[in-house]
């Protein structure tokens, strides 16, 4: 393994299009992420990539978009041909619309009706969260309500990412102001709600006490890694009272920016390693930065919806014995993809490599199982395991 530290910053390349390294994350809007048995988080979906995947050879997709600009044809379509044939299900193409969305998703703001959805237990589709304020409220959508149809197309058994996808509009040109009907159920009664897509933001990061007392532990909820999460997870940190435990909750954590989980991971270890990678065969690794708290005790609580850069943190903090994970096994995406701008603005993501965690774990495909399982009452376990740390109740 090379000893490199790769810090991650946004690149500008072509015509002023960011565009920034994740391990295999796409932050869109409508729903949640992947098909999920667990919560996902709300319009952030991710995409996961098989460890078996050959990567996608750049110049051919560059090749084929350039021929297809030069006969008058879609370079979308034509790169979007290649990425097909290449195996790689989860590799994407935009339009320079599309990505500018996607930028923009980067830094919690999106476009979407304001709910979160879950896969429910029977198969279905249901929405676990509102966002207050937001279309869905507006219209009396409520936590609960089964999701049966999206423009009069059935969903129940459609993948989460199909779900967000019609949500969004995508493909259809839909933006700010067009309008979208959910078929929903309550209590076994049908109705549908005519929503206007809006363009919304979201506090990645949420903080709260565990308790009255003066050093009562701390929740600190992520919800994705979008820019400046990182750093208000150190905030957080910093700002709880000494010796007060930390549950860090990244279930439904659909993960984001690499240099946001890095600079979250910095806020509990003293520097060293966060996880090796690699970018077309060339072994890379990211580094915490020195400096964070490593004394108060910590729990990590994960689900099935815990995937890509918080599966990164979540392992560095396991392997490197800084916390005690409880939950359900994390999704376990942990693919390394970088886009590639195409002729006409277009921009292709491809995937180049894969990460491991500081004890060499692979978790694409695998995921990360955490010290403690716990399916049911998972919160509760994991405060009553921070209280035996010590981390105050």
Avoid at 157 to 172: H, K, N, Q, S
Avoid at 247 to 271: H, I
Avoid at 273 to 300: I, K, S
Avoid at 358 to 387: F, K, M, N, W, Y
């Amino acid at each position: 393994m090379s000893g490199c530290t790769h810090r991650f910053r946004p690149r500008r390349i072509g015509r002023g299009v960011a565009l920034t390294l994740l391990f295999g994350c796409v932050l869109a809007t409508g729903a949640a992420t992947g098909s999920l048995p667990q919560d996902p988080d709300p319009e952030l979906p991710a995409r996961a990539v098989s460890s078996t995947v050959a990567p996608v050879d750049r110049e051919e997709i560059e090749g084929a978009a350039a021929r297809a600009e030069a006969d008058g044809k879609s370079v979308k379509d034509a790169a979007e041909e290649v990425v097909s044939r290449s195996g790689d299900r989860w590799g994407a193409v935009y339009d320079e619309r599309e990505y500018e969305e996607f930028e923009q998703s980067l830094d919690g703001s999106y476009l979407g009706v304001g709910l979160t959805a879950r896969r429910t237990a029977r198969g279905g589709v249901a929405v676990s969260r509102v966002q207050p304020g937001g279309p869905a409220d507006r219209a009396g959508v409520r936590e609960g309500d089964l999701l049966r149809t999206i423009d009069g197309r059935r969903v129940e058994t459609r993948p989460v990412p199909e779900v967000v996808a019609l949500l969004r509009g995508d493909g259809t040109g839909a933006g700010e102001g067009s309008r979208v009907a959910l078929g929903l159920v309550r209590k076994g009664r049908a109705a549908t709600k005519t929503l206007e897509r809006v363009r919304l933001t979201t506090d990645p990061v949420t903080v709260s006490r565990l308790g009255s007392g003066p050093s009562s532990a701390v929740l600190v909820k992520v919800a994705a890694f979008t820019k400046g999460a990182g750093e208000e997870v150190r905030d957080a940190v910093r700002a709880a009272p000494p010796h007060a435990g930390i549950l860090l909750d990244l279930r439904a954590n659909s993960g984001g920016l690499v240099a946001e989980a890095v600079t979250a991971a910095s806020a509990f270890l003293d520097g060293g390693l966060v996880a090796t990678y690699d970018v077309r065969g060339e072994q890379l690794a990211l580094h915490a930065d020195p400096g964070g708290d490593t004394e108060r005790p910590v729990v990590v609580l994960v689900d099935g919806g815990t995937m890509s850069a918080a599966e990164l943190l979540t392992g560095a903090l396991q392997d490197r014995g800084r916390a005690v994970t409880v939950g359900s096994r994390t999704f376990g995406k942990g693919s390394v993809q970088m886009p590639s701008e195409l002729p006409g603005g277009s921009v292709a993501e491809l995937t180049v490599g894969h990460y491991r965690t500081p004890a060499g774990r692979t978790i694409d495909g695998r995921g990360i199982t955490p010290d403690l399982v716990a399916r049911e009452r998972a919160q509760q376990r994991a405060e009553t395991v921070l209280s035996g740390l010590g981390g105050g109740s």
